[in-house]
């Protein structure tokens, strides 16, 4: 979690400032993970439901790709902010 305060609130130096940083980080990151339980939910229901096994594999399929999803964004966060500095 401390990278991601790093990243998201870096304005934010400080002692005095890392319970808020750490807030509102916990606040996008519980957002988050309703949208991923959400995601989860809509690809079992359309998959065939709770009584399909096949459709309970396919909702677990959306974590690794929300992962890969958040990996690619950070990367391209990244490089888009070192363009900017330099």
């Not at 519980?30 to 939910?41: D, E, P, V």
């Not at 459709?55 to 990244?78: E, F």
Request: net charge positive.
């Amino acid at each position: 979690m401390c990278i991601q305060i790093k990243i998201i609130l870096a304005p934010l130096n400080g002692k005095k400032y890392a319970t808020i940083s750490t807030a509102v980080v916990n606040m996008i990151l519980m957002r988050f993970g309703h949208l991923l339980h959400s995601a989860i939910g809509c690809t079992v229901n359309i998959s065939g439901g709770l009584d399909n096994v096949q459709a309970l594999k396919n909702g677990l399929y959306v974590v690794p790709l929300a992962n890969l999803l958040g990996a690619i964004i950070l990367i391209i966060r990244r490089k888009y902010f070192q363009n900017i500095k330099s």
